[in-house]
């Protein structure tokens, strides 16, 4: 009895240090995971606000070079056309204002004339983007709109006639913007990110709880500073209950623990930091732990057999010698004539022990051994469920291992989808608004042999590629006499084929094969800043192609191949 008890007592242990290792392992496993899955993330989002910080600054220098911008300083006061120019700009490049400020401070050319809230005659010298822009710097900054009481960022330039800065041209990015288009990044939903300030106040978040609010507590010196500097209006700035814990790599926030990981934005001094849930329980944690249960027993049950089998088989051996002894001291006694006879009885006896002994024990062991190597196979096989319906001891389990496997087949997501049907000619138009300037200011030509048709497009997204190629294709032809962009459109089965073609020396052999690679450039500072690798990227997530190649007649072909309606799945 004592036996027994040491045996299930020692099977108890195995099976609760199985599982304690099981469940160690992991957890360290999914929170390892989680913490290379949020740098990702984090990583990914970080880019996306550089390309479009990026993106913006570009737009503002081109602007601060305009022609037409220039000419509005110079004279003091704007027209109604330089108002459209802004408000074009502003709808192309999908920016919440775009305004311009004379040497005093003072809106004399805004993309909002219309409105009633419209800038025209407002005074923003006293604004940090204002003040660091007149005197020549290039400026990114934050802060709540005065009449809107928006989050905004700011980008601003100067604009310099003679070489002296008279003026200023300021773009104004809502932060909201940022916050919904997360959403097209491949970063989880649950995840939560902050982007704040030198000052750790948060200017951006998914989180509307934590906008505006400092990541810790800030001192009442610098409180008073922001106050005055009127940057969030007067706002009073909390701070969130944040623990920062484990060298800056877990945060625990409103009673949840977060992973977290940072990433800095480029060319400022704003840092971004990305929280991803911890859950102190997940479904493959505790699938884990009912497959680790499930092979414990089976190694508890396959060690109890062979021990049963092993003691069985010692007693038919002991049994088996105790019979032949019997039958040789029988033997003995009997006279040689009764041998035949004693070896007939002697094997009676055995075959009719025998008989018995299997009868007893074939039985379970038969089925035992069934059992054992049916389950073997299945496990071999990778056939968990199979295996688990084998053991009618456990059949909760089973159950149980099925429901957590019909919860995990129940999750999926939809994502919102801001494709449409759009216009072929308005996104080229659109797109030359922006790039018209530049291709005006280098004499380019365009010919367009254009057709009436919608393409299958992101507007927005499709826009940027086309004053990204229109631009590169202005730049390709700097040292050309001869400067023709020509923009043509055909369609054939259901797709339509556009291809910009300029004028330039076309591109060099060896850069066929590396122009769309990332960080690959033959040129430093100029351009709009989406880059071909981007361009390309989202061409393809339009289910489209961007391709290259030089034209024969000269200068480089860039050909968009777009579908006229939604594709099939």
């Known amino acids: ?20 290792a099981t469940h160690q392992l992991t957890k360290e496993q999914l929170l390892e995971d989680n913490r290379v899955r949020t ?16 993106r913006y600054s570009r737009i503002v220098e081109f602007l601060s070079d305009s022609a037409m911008v220039r000419q509005t300083i110079s004279l003091g006061n704007a027209t109604d056309d330089v108002d459209r120019y802004l408000n074009d700009v502003q709808q192309a490049s999908g920016a919440s204002d775009v305004y311009l400020l004379d040497r005093n401070g003072t809106v004399i050319a805004t993309s909002n004339w219309l409105l009633e809230h419209s800038y025209k005659g407002n005074n923003f010298a006293f604004r940090p983007y204002f003040k660091r822009a007149i005197q020549g710097q290039s400026v990114i900054d934050f802060a709540l709109g005065q009449r809107s009481k928006q989050r905004g960022f700011y980008f601003s330039q100067g604009v310099a006639i003679d070489g002296e800065i008279q003026g200023v041209i300021v773009l104004k990015a809502n932060a909201s913007k940022f916050e919904t288009d997360k959403a097209r990044l491949d970063t989880s939903d649950s995840s939560q990110f902050v982007l704040f300030d030198t000052n750790k106040v948060v200017l951006l978040s998914n989180n509307p709880q934590w906008q505006l609010h400092s990541v810790s507590t800030l001192p009442e010196q610098q409180l008073r500073q922001l106050q005055s500097s009127q940057q969030f209006l007067f706002r009073d700035i ?18 949840q623990l977060y992973v977290m990981s940072q990433a800095p934005i480029t060319d400022t001094d704003y840092r971004l930091w990305m929280l991803s849930p911890i859950s102190p329980f997940a479904d493959t944690h505790a699938a884990r732990l009912a ?5 414990l027993l089976l190694l508890i049950l396959l060690v109890e057999y062979l021990s049963v089998k092993l003691a069985g088989y010692r007693q038919l051996l002991f049994s088996q010698s105790s019979l032949e002894a019997q039958v040789q001291e029988r033997t003995i006694e009997l006279e040689q004539a009764q041998d035949a006879l004693i070896r007939a009885a002697k094997l009676a006896t055995i075959g009719q022990l025998s008989a018995s002994v299997n009868h007893e024990i074939n039985q379970p062991l038969s089925a035992m051994s069934a059992y054992a190597a049916a389950t073997k196979r299945l496990i071999a096989r990778g056939e968990t469920e199979k295996a688990l319906e084998n053991i009618a001891l456990i059949e909760q389990l089973i159950r149980r291992v099925h429901a957590i496997a019909a919860q995990l087949k129940s999750f999926s997501q939809k994502h919102d989808n801001k494709m449409c049907e759009a216009s072929l000619v308005q996104c080229i138009d659109n797109a030359l608004i ?27 997204q499709f826009e940027q590629v086309l004053v990204n190629l229109f631009s590169n294709a202005c730049q390709a032809m700097e040292q050309q006499s001869n400067k023709q962009l020509r923009v043509e459109a055909m369609t054939q089965d259901a797709k339509v084929y556009l291809s910009i073609i300029d004028s330039g020396l076309g591109i060099e052999h060896h850069a066929l094969n590396s122009i769309f690679e990332p960080f690959y450039t033959t040129k430093s500072e100029h351009g709009l800043g989406l880059g071909l690798s981007i361009s390309k990227q989202i061409i393809e997530s339009f289910h489209g192609n961007l391709s290259a190649h030089n034209h024969p007649d000269g200068g480089a072909e860039f050909l968009i191949s777009l579908h006229q309606q939604e594709p099939e799945s």
């Open 434 to 460: 922006v790039v018209g300037p530049e291709l005006n200011r280098h004499q380019v030509s365009i010919e367009k042999t254009l057709i009436d048709v919608n393409v299958w497009v992101d507007p927005y």
């Open 1 to 20: 009895m004592s036996n027994q008890i040491i045996k299930f007592a020692m099977y108890a242990v195995l099976l609760i240090v199985g599982l304690a």
């Open 39 to 54: 740098q990702r993330h984090a990583e990914q989002l970080a880019q996306y606000i550089d390309s479009e910080f990026s």
């Open 238 to 255: 909390a701070a969130i209950d944040w623990q920062v814990h484990d060298s800056q790599t877990m945060v625990r926030a409103n009673k």
């Open 291 to 295: 497959v680790a249960f499930v092979v």
